[in-house]
């Protein structure tokens, strides 16, 4: 069987690395990987392919960045005769970024196989980009993987047959059990005792500069009790720049993008976690540390039922007031995080499973 894997932003990458491994270690299985270049920077690519022990991509189609029509446009364009030549018995994609539903709607229309790792999740805003990709690539998927017992019900209701959908577990849950003995290596000395770990890149956050602003003005308030560490994304860089006196203010430190390794070895160590990642509440349910969601919904309700993570939406006062509980000392209960089903790190296992069978 052939199957190849298409990946080509950041938070696929921690998806696509124990999804390779447990597939090959299955007899007759030949595995190809397109980056589609959607990232292309070292630090948001080829960083994690060397830290998440993976072979640089066979194939880069280099589509780079563009509007959400041209960036997806550009990715069917070059991915089509790349299917037509490796004619594969099976595409996976991964999440919910531009390359997934590019790529999934070129095997739709080759009658090629698709299958979705991190299918179901909805945040029912449909005003997020990622909301899109997720309902249309989920529609056009022939397998199913879903992370929790919410995205099959949500698919369930969307009238995917049930057949389709495998509920697997949360294969970014096995990069993070798998690397997390060396995060805990790698965590700098000299680090302070308690700190905030921020990250935003939501267009929602960093598009709009009178919030941007607002925000930086919140961090610099919680810079006051405790170190913030504020690694950029590209995106978020470029609109701090336009941001009249945004060079870092007071008890805030701006970082470059972090690898991974190193990333999720200060998210174990975090007082608390401020962001707009999806990836990131779903790690920080799963280390029990406190997260406060800088959107106004999710597409991963469990983490919200755990108790470890808040939404707090766009309102600055509701941010520091639950940074100051939390600082305070009322943490979520840490033994929460055995009881999601399936985060047991062994979610790419059952994928190579279900696509053994086939
Ligand atoms: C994309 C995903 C988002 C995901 C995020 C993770 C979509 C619609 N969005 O958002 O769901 O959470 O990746 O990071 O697919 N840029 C660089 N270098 C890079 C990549 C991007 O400088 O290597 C800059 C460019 O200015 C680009 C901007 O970042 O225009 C946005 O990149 P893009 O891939 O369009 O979306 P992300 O915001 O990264």
């Not at 298409?6 to 921690?14: C, L, T």
């Not at 779903?282 to 029990?288: H, S, V």
């Not at 808040?310 to 305070?328: C, E, F, K, N």
Request: proline share 6%; net charge neutral; with cysteine.
């Amino acid at each position: 069987m052939r199957v190849l894997h298409v990946v080509g932003a950041r938070p696929n990458f921690m998806k696509l690395a124990p999804t390779f491994r447990a597939l090959a270690k299955r007899k007759n299985v030949q595995q190809v990987v397109v980056h589609t270049g959607q990232h292309y920077d070292a630090s948001m690519s080829d960083v994690f392919f060397g830290e998440l022990g993976l072979n640089s991509p066979d194939i880069n189609l280099r589509v780079g960045s563009g509007t959400h029509a041209q960036q997806t446009a550009q990715i069917m364009e070059r991915f089509e005769p790349v299917v037509q030549e490796q004619r594969p018995d099976l595409v996976l994609v991964y999440g919910d970024v531009n390359s997934t539903v590019a790529a999934a709607l070129v095997c739709a229309k080759l009658l090629v196989r698709v299958g979705h790792v991190e299918a179901g999740l909805r945040s029912r805003d449909r005003s997020m980009p990622e909301e899109i990709n997720r309902l249309l690539t989920d529609q056009i998927s022939d397998l199913l993987f879903t992370p929790s017992q919410d995205a099959d019900q949500n698919l369930v209701r969307e009238g995917i047959p049930s057949e389709r959908i495998f509920f697997v577990g949360n294969v970014m849950i096995d990069t993070l059990v798998e690397l997390m003995p060396q995060a805990e290596k790698r965590v700098p000395r000299g680090l302070p005792a308690r700190f905030a770990l921020v990250t935003l890149h939501r267009p929602s956050n960093v598009d709009d500069l009178v919030w941007l602003q607002n925000m930086l003005g919140a961090l610099e308030q919680i810079g006051q009790g405790l170190a913030v560490l504020f690694p950029l994304h590209p995106r978020t860089r470029k609109k701090l720049s336009e941001v009249a006196g945004a060079a870092s203010p007071n008890g805030v430190r701006f970082l470059d993008p972090l690898p991974y390794i190193d990333f999720i070895g200060l998210e174990s160590k975090a007082s608390v976690v401020i962001t707009d990642s999806g990836g990131i509440q779903e790690e920080t349910t799963f280390l029990g540390i406190p997260c406060l969601t800088v959107r106004e919904n999710t597409e991963r309700p469990i983490t919200v039922e755990c108790g470890t993570n808040t939404i707090v939406g766009r309102d600055t006062d509701r941010l520091q007031a639950a940074v100051q509980h939390i600082v305070a000392g009322a943490t979520p209960n840490r033994r929460l995080q055995s009881r999601i089903p399936l985060w047991d790190g062994r979610a790419a296992e059952r994928i190579a499973e279900v696509i053994a069978s086939l």
